[in-house]
């Protein structure tokens, strides 16, 4: 390996910072909404909200942002793959008699 190719990139502790604010706002707004009522959206809401916060922990915090596509692609796959086994258990449980 060159040492053209193992660059280190360094995230400011502000970056860092901002990115576990965000992280303790998602979470304090994830158990803010555990307590209302609202329809269909009360299992769609946490869902979303915790994929932005894998999405920022992958991306600062894992350092992915920084990394090649194959990486970016491999975990593209990982995740879809775990949505469609997720989907087919659903499917087992959801029509079983």
């Given amino acids: 390996m060159d040492a053209k190719e ?3 990139r360094i995230v400011g502790y502000p970056v860092l910072f901002g990115v576990w604010a965000a992280l ?3 979470t304090w707004l994830t158990v803010g909404l555990s ?6 959206f009360t299992i769609l809401a ?3 909200i915790a994929s932005v916060k894998a999405f920022l922990v992958v991306d600062y915090f894992m350092h992915l942002k920084y990394e090649s596509g194959f ?4 975990l593209l ?3 879809g793959t ?7 258990v659903y ?4 029509y079983r008699i």
């Fill in 6 to 8: 193992s660059k280190h």
């Fill in 24 to 26: 303790l706002g998602l």
């Fill in 35 to 40: 307590g209302t009522g609202m329809g269909s």
């Fill in 46 to 48: 946490p869902f979303l």
């Fill in 71 to 74: 990486f970016k692609y491999l």
């Fill in 77 to 79: 796959v990982v995740l």
């Fill in 82 to 88: 775990v949505v469609i086994i997720a989907w087919l």
């Fill in 91 to 94: 499917q087992d449980v959801a």
